[in-house]
């Protein structure tokens, strides 16, 4: 074993736990290891910084911004509002209602800013037409990865293989060419919340505390919060960070990503992201804070998000949406090419596009645009294409490739797929979903060479099962979003979700092969 490889194995191994440790966020992490990885010689200067000009890392932070509009256009709180049953009803009808709806939607848009906003709307709604709302915000969660996976820019992490494939050489994906196994899963994986999950998840837990009457009279009402990443006290006891003295508020309990409460004496509490914390707050909060980055959601408050914001603008962020999506699918065909063979009429085209004339026409605030973009997501992807190259310059994707084609004793590229998709899989329930993509795609590549196969099959697993993080809180930030407002336990999610990953699993090692052979 030569030092590269021995010092990129060690360096992966320490990333993987500094990310499960959450020490630091992924986005440092990864760039700690891509700047060992450079003073080691392993990448050169150009090397490092070529995943932070790459046109998929780029396309996710336009989206970002595209999602942005159509979020502060008011479209998805109409659209979730008309959705949702009046009066009475179930919740097999209710779900079977919004469920498919929620996942083409997502097929389309961030899934974060669509949980975001139906998050609060749903968990309302459901106290109102006396239904608990934890039959619906891990389903919520749920289907809106399952649409995601449906086309390329439905989750990042579909964007970031895509740029990885190109770098290495070969056509990437289309618009809907994901979609020929992604629909599958997403009808199943639909079929399966709609017949299970209301059997599966708890019914209503009681709420923390209520405010007294004398705090009702100074006009003061409990808020739920969920920490961003941008909060300033992450990793910090509440006792040293004073939340009160920061945000004006009053903490009165905690909800951690293990599920577990912490009410009373709030002092020792440690903040992490994902936290949910219920406030006791004024009639100033949500105006102050609605639309910091401090915060993932807040909810049940007078939520910003789901203020009527004019017809007009409603229908211009629709229109735009359409024409982006439409375009770039439309841009792939022969005669988009040979009408204008100088211009590449792609998703990165048109997301530009769109995105200029969402900030001229003021769907977004064009003067705190910096402020909607995931900075630390965007690190994460460029970092991602860095290290898959250090594993493919020092050697590691070869050997750890032909360490897996032992283990399988030369039963062929179908085991050998099965064996990347549950490596993957446990990667992205443990970390984050890119950087898992990115320590397998090198693993793909080398073993469709050494196989001497097409690499297209196991470019396509990668996609499938970085994303298909059902089984914990951690593996997802819509996941965390909804466990601290839903009220879950950690075991919710693995009860409904380890299934749904095992679906996921099964056709993809049965569909992949027959859609893309090798």
């Given at each position: ?24 966020r ?11 990885f ?30 942005e ?46 949980v ?24 919520l ?123 009373g004496?709030l ?18 909060f ?66 530009t596009?769109?995105?200029i ?131 879950y ?30």
């Amino acid at each position: 074993m030569t030092f590269e490889i021995g010092f990129v194995l060690f360096a992966l191994v320490g990333m993987v736990a500094a990310l499960v440790a959450d020490k630091m966020r992924p986005g440092m992490v990864l760039f700690t290891v891509v700047v060992l990885f450079m003073c080691c010689g392993i990448l050169s200067p150009k090397e490092m910084l070529e995943g932070f000009s790459n046109k998929g890392m780029i396309t996710v932070a336009l989206l970002f911004l595209v999602s942005e509009g159509v979020r502060q256009s008011g479209t998805l709180a109409q659209v979730i509002q008309k959705l949702l049953p009046k009066g009475h009803t179930t919740v097999w009808r209710a779900q079977a209602r919004i469920l498919p709806a929620i996942a083409f939607i997502s097929a389309f848009l961030n899934n974060t800013p669509v949980v975001v906003i139906f998050a609060p709307i749903i968990k309302r709604w459901a106290k109102s037409v006396k239904l608990p709302a934890t039959k619906f915000l891990i389903p919520l969660s749920y289907v809106t990865i399952l649409g995601g996976i449906c086309t390329l820019i439905g989750t990042s992490t579909n964007l970031v293989v895509h740029g990885m494939i190109i770098d290495a050489g070969y056509p990437g994906f289309s618009m809907f060419e994901l979609g020929k196994v992604g629909v599958f899963i997403a009808i199943v994986g639909i079929i399966y919340l709609l017949i299970f999950s209301h059997k599966l998840l708890p019914d209503a837990r009681p709420e923390t505390d209520t405010p007294d009457e004398e705090e009702e009279r100074e006009g003061l009402h409990l808020l739920e919060v969920v920490l961003g990443p941008r909060f300033p006290g992450i990793n910090k006891r509440e006792g040293d960070f004073n939340f009160k003295r920061h945000y004006g508020a009053t903490m009165k309990g905690v909800k951690n990503r293990s599920g577990q409460r912490y009410e009373g004496n709030l002092a020792d509490v440690v903040f992490h992201e994902g936290d949910t914390l219920l406030l006791l707050v004024d009639d100033t909060f949500v105006p102050t804070w609605g639309e910091s980055r401090v915060f993932m959601l807040i909810a049940n408050g007078d939520d910003a998000n789901a203020r009527n914001k004019g017809k007009r603008k409603r229908w211009l962020a629709l229109v735009l949406l359409m024409l982006m999506i439409v375009g770039a699918t439309l841009g792939e065909l022969p005669f988009a090419k040979a009408l204008l063979p100088g211009v590449k009429l792609d998703m990165f085209f048109f997301a530009t596009i769109t995105v200029i004339v969402m900030a001229w026409t003021n769907l977004f605030p064009a003067r705190k645009y910096t402020k909607y973009i995931s900075w630390d997501i965007l690190i994460t992807i460029a970092c991602a294409f860095a290290i898959s190259k250090a594993m493919v310059n020092s050697g590691v994707a070869d050997i750890v490739a032909r360490f897996i084609i032992s283990l399988s004793h030369d039963h062929g590229p179908y085991v050998l797929l099965a064996a990347l998709f549950i490596i993957t899989n446990l990667f992205t329930e443990l970390i984050t979903n890119n950087a898992a993509a990115a320590l397998a795609f090198p693993l793909a590549l080398s073993l469709s060479q050494q196989l001497g196969v097409s690499p297209t099959p196991f470019f396509v697993v990668i996609c499938m099962a970085a994303s298909a993080s059902f089984s914990t809180p951690i593996g997802y930030q819509t996941n965390l979003i909804v466990q601290g407002i839903g009220n879950y336990k950690f075991t919710d999610f693995v009860k409904v979700g380890l299934p749904l990953n095992l679906i996921t699993f099964l056709i993809s090692v049965l569909l992949i092969p027959i859609l893309w052979p090798f």
